[in-house]
């Protein structure tokens, strides 16, 4: 009889060097206590994949949105190097008004960073047809400066409106006024914040929504507009993409 020898398979390396395997994206979360509903940057469940965060002690969202961030860099430095010895293989922010770290972060971590939604208006602007522009819905417009505006690739002529005059969007989320929210009136902020934004500016062809906190209710600002809407969702899933290609056959 005849011994029938099974072919040697090939030899499998697992490699090392991480502490946490499997979440390829780390996001820098600002410190803050307001709800953070489905579709929101940090609200887990809003990640179609596993992400890992890590909160930025003393970055509170009134010390980034309106105080420029000032002081911080070496925070958000830190803790994007944690996350990268953590497992990270690319790092984002939930805050819009980051861009101002760009680039910063990208030299400091030595992986792919993406700090802003911003980052998609030139992207969006590209497939729009001759004529048309994209606009910015920010959670303040009037902090929303030059500043944050180049480090992002964004033309400084772009149409901006924001959330400050809504009833409840900019005092929870900025503001920090109380912990709770009233979901349906922040939805109303953002969607009339976008109304706004086009009837000033016909020319608008695409949003982009600068704000981590918008995603839950990008969906009806669509639907109100009739426009392509963008947001940190839709930066964050082509980024994830590029990390984790999707196998086909």
């Known amino acids: ?31 803050a ?6 579709g929101d940057m940090g609200n887990g469940t809003t990640w179609p994949f596993p992400v890992l965060y890590r909160v930025v002690g003393g970055a509170s969202p009134e010390k980034v949105v309106l105080k420029g961030a000032a002081g911080l ?4 430095i830190e803790a994007a190097r944690d996350l990268v010895r953590l497992g990270a293989e690319a790092i984002t922010t939930n805050c819009g008004f980051l861009s101002l770290f760009q680039r910063e972060l990208a030299a400091a971590v030595g992986v792919p960073v993406a700090t802003s939604s911003l980052m998609q208006v030139p992207w969006v602007q590209a497939t729009l047809p001759p004529g048309k522009r994209v606009g910015v819905v920010t959670v ?13 690739g964004v033309p400084l002529d772009t149409p901006v ?37 086009v009837a000033r500016h016909p020319d608008v062809g695409a949003i982009v929504l600068e704000c981590t906190n918008m995603p839950p209710y990008a969906a ?23 990390l984790r290609p999707r196998r086909f056959g």
Do not use: C
């Not at 072919?7 to 395997?21: F, M, S, T």
């Open 1 to 31: 009889m005849t011994d029938i020898l099974a072919a040697p398979q090939a030899a499998r390396i697992a490699r090392g060097g991480k502490a946490i395997y499997g979440v390829p994206l780390g996001i820098l979360m600002l410190e």
């Open 33 to 38: 206590r307001f709800p953070r509903i489905p």
């Open 73 to 76: 860099l070496p925070d958000f």
């Open 140 to 152: 303040s417009a009037a902090t929303l400066t030059p500043k944050h505006l180049e480090a992002a």
């Open 161 to 197: 409106t924001g959330t400050e005059n809504g009833r409840e969007f900019f005092r929870v989320l900025i503001k920090a006024e109380k912990d709770d929210m009233d979901v349906e009136l922040a939805r109303q902020d953002v969607v009339q914040a976008a109304l706004d934004l």
């Open 220 to 242: 009806d600002v669509q639907a109100a507009t009739g426009l392509p809407v963008h947001d940190i969702y839709s930066l964050i899933n082509w980024l994830h993409a590029g």
